[in-house]
């Protein structure tokens, strides 16, 4: 049981992870020609996701204040839609403690403006 709700917790931590991916690409990505298709991203200094509500989600309780922190890197091609790349998580309750460990990897390239 104990190991279900830690693989619930994580896909739901990988789920925020597309999220800021997504969100915080734009701000590190250098501004490029429209020619250029083929991008990259590295998160070098780990990426801070914080709970600002408790909330439950699939039966698993996230409590607020909770964080996610993240490390990776990967790339895209805009034209092909091709991506891969892929990093660590690391979740930690509101006290500091460390809740889950594990790894996240880049499936899909929703869009990209």
Do not use: C, Y
């Not at 896909?11 to 083929?38: E, F, N, R």
């Not at 699939?58 to 204040?65: A, D, F, R, S």
């Amino acid at each position: 049981m104990k190991r279900v709700e830690e693989t619930t917790k994580l896909k739901l931590i990988l789920a925020t992870i597309v999220v800021l991916v997504t969100m915080i690409a734009p701000a590190v990505l250098p501004h490029v020609s429209a020619q250029s298709t083929s991008f990259s991203f590295n998160l070098i200094t780990p990426n801070v996701s914080k709970a600002l509500a408790t909330i439950t989600v699939q039966g698993v309780t996230i409590l607020k204040g909770s964080t996610a922190r993240l490390t990776g890197s990967g790339i895209f091609d805009t034209s092909s839609k091709a991506v891969s790349g892929g990093g660590s998580v690391t979740g930690f309750s509101p006290t500091g403690s460390v809740d889950v460990r594990g790894t996240w990897v880049v499936t899909d390239l929703v869009s990209f403006n």
